[in-house]
């Protein structure tokens, strides 16, 4: 019970130091790798890789794509991909951190297309059915260049 204007003072910074250590805890591009149980695209997706070039035209056509209003990746995955986008933190499990190596390897370019397209089930990924099968695989090279190299 709070018996004094201290006692609720101390209790209130308690409570606001706690949270903040939650939060700064919280955020998903301090998880690398990050561990997810989800379903697997079909098989003759699942390993196929990006039939796209790496060029300049399809990265610019991707990053579009990324940063745009009506796909809006950065709005969850953050600017550069970390995961620490403004709406990040109302999602469990948090979004991808695509800057992380070992979790991007684990990700063959057929199931990061089929997330994309389709959704991923028990996240909040949603599914972008609007988007041609050449934006998709697009945004999978960006994905792919968000990967840290160190």
Known sequence: MIKTITDALYTTRSTAIFLALLLASSHAYSQCPQY??????????????????????HLRAGK??????DVGCYKCHGKKGTGDGPL??????PPRNFTCAETMASIPD????????????????????ALSDEQIWQLVLVLRGMVDKD
């Not at 997810?36 to 035209?57: C, D, G, V, Y």
């Not at 990040?88 to 499990?93: D, E, I, K, Q, V």
């Not at 997330?115 to 990924?125: D, E, F, L, R």
């Open 64 to 69: 579009r794509a990324y940063k745009s209003r």
């Open 110 to 129: 057929g199931q990061l297309f089929w997330g994309i397209k389709h959704g991923v089930p028990n996240t909040a990924m949603p599914a972008h059915p």
């Open 36 to 57: 997810r149980k989800i379903a697997q695209a079909p098989s003759a997706l699942f390993n196929q890789p990006n039939p796209l070039e790496l060029t300049r035209q």
């Open 88 to 93: 990040a933190l109302s999602f469990a499990p």
